[in-house]
Each structure stands twice: as structure tokens, then as C-alpha cells.
């Protein structure tokens, strides 16, 4: 991964450290992405929080326990995938 590489958070290895890059935007679309968008960006995915996976779901990694600041979420495939993010280089807890 190249540090400033923009992933999805569901693309995020398990440990890693991020920085939310492009949080979604509560605007367009349909009235189901705007709220999902909208539910996001409440609950901390804005741009330059730092985001950790810290354990996910089998099979398949469904869902994705996710650290946001100092809460922790569980989110879908679906959601962590609408969320972009920075890797931070050398920073696995």
C-alpha cells in the first residue's frame, strides 16, 4: 500500500491505522445513499478522523468492526465501502 493511496475502509487491513480522506457527501443520488451518507457522516467518518478495522465477520469479512476516534461501530460491507481513507504508513495496533 503507497502512503497518500486512497482505499476503502472495507479494503483497510485488520490493525491499520487510516485518516478519513473523502467522507460521504450527504448530497444527490437516491434517497437511500443520502442517507447512508448522511448516517456517516453522524457518526464520525469525516475527513481527518482517524479510523482503525479492528476485527471482522467470517466469511468473508462481513461485518467490519471499525474505531473511530475513541467509539466503536460495526458496519457493513456496503457502508465501509462508501468511506475512503489513507493508509498511515508503519501503524498497526
Given at each position: 500500500?503507497?502512503?497518500?493511496q486512497l482505499?476503502?475502509?472495507f479494503?483497510?487491513?485488520?490493525?491499520q491505522?487510516?485518516?478519513?480522506?473523502t467522507a460521504?457527501?450527504p448530497?444527490?443520488g437516491?434517497l437511500a445513499?443520502?442517507?447512508?451518507a448522511?448516517r456517516?457522516?453522524?457518526i464520525?467518518?469525516?475527513?481527518g478522523e482517524?479510523?482503525?478495522?479492528?476485527a471482522r465477520g467470517?466469511?468473508?469479512g462481513?461485518?467490519?468492526?471499525?474505531?473511530?476516534?475513541n467509539?466503536?461501530?460495526?458496519?457493513?460491507?456496503?457502508?465501509?465501502k462508501?468511506?475512503l481513507?489513507?493508509?498511515?504508513c508503519g501503524?498497526?495496533?
Open positions: 500500500m503507497n502512503p497518500g482505499i476503502t475502509l479494503d483497510l487491513p485488520t490493525g491505522e487510516a485518516i478519513v480522506s460521504p457527501v448530497t444527490g437516491e445513499e443520502r442517507e447512508l448522511l456517516l457522516f453522524e464520525g467518518f469525516i475527513d482517524r479510523v482503525r478495522v479492528v467470517c466469511p468473508g462481513d461485518p467490519v468492526a471499525v474505531r473511530v476516534g467509539t466503536m461501530f460495526a458496519l457493513r460491507r456496503f457502508e465501509a462508501r468511506v481513507v489513507s493508509p498511515l501503524v498497526v495496533a
